[in-house]
């Protein structure tokens, strides 16, 4: 099976650096996906890491570590309308899709 | 514009009801999902589909059934509603999850009293 952890919510300010981490429990390790979700919305892809390191898209940047078990979305320049909730998700070698963390809620105040 | 669209966006009924949630999209994806999500908490997966006729049940037990005929094309039924079911639904496809992620419509919001 998978467990996932994310912290239930982040607050940060206009203009700010946030992160939003991600730990995980799986019996194998595929890839990890990051989703935001305005209230009210859809959720909307942001990024994958199925390797090390680090992937940029423009001010959105997604960190993963496997020995760690470990990941983080990184939103720098926030904005206002980046308030939103924001999953993680991960697939393992096993499974043949994602299956979602309990979300984080961010709230960017002015 | 390819998109994946649901129907109804909003559904009242009464508790005994027989309901189908609609969901087609026009991107010509094999792999077709729906989850379902509670206000502010995860999205379970309840059922998927990589094609026609193939469908599973997800990690969700659930109550619904779905069929697979066409590949835009991605029902789910509830036979007979209860309250426990009142959530929101939401479909999905994917054509590359690792590149593009999966594709959500906009959900249908149920109900049942």
């Known amino acids: 099976g998978q467990s996932l952890e994310q912290p239930s919510e982040v607050t940060a300010v206009e203009g700010a650096i946030v992160q939003i981490n991600c730990t995980y429990q799986t019996s194998g390790f595929y890839g990890l996906s990051w989703y935001q979700q305005h209230d009210g919305g859809a959720p909307t892809f942001l990024s994958y890491?199925?390797?090390?390191g680090l992937e940029e898209t423009g001010r959105f940047s997604s960190f993963l570590s496997r020995s760690d078990s470990y990941g983080y979305l990184l939103l720098q320049e926030l904005q206002m309308k980046d308030s939103a909730s924001y999953f993680c998700a991960v697939r393992d070698n096993y499974g043949q899709n994602f299956v979602f963390g309990p979300g984080t809620r961010l709230s960017v105040l002015p | 514009e390819a998109d994946i669209y649901q129907t109804p966006r909003y559904l009242v009924i009464g508790t005994g009801k027989k309901i189908t949630l609609e969901c087609s999209q026009t991107?010509?994806?094999?792999?077709m999902y729906w989850y379902q999500q509670d206000p502010g908490m995860e999205l379970h997966l309840i059922h998927y589909?990589?094609?026609?006729?193939?469908?599973e049940k997800g990690d969700l037990s659930s109550e619904s059934t779905v069929s697979r005929i066409r590949t835009e094309h991605f029902p789910l039924t509830l036979e007979s509603a209860r309250p426990s079911h009142t959530s929101q639904y939401l479909c999905?496809?994917?054509?590359?999850?690792?590149?593009?992620?999966?594709?959500f419509g906009s959900g249908t919001r149920l109900t049942v009293v």
């Open positions: 991107m010509g994806h094999d792999k």
């Open positions: 589909s990589y094609g026609v006729n193939s469908t």
């Open positions: 999905a496809s994917s054509e590359s999850e690792t590149r593009y992620g999966y594709t």
């Open positions: 890491n199925g390797l090390d």
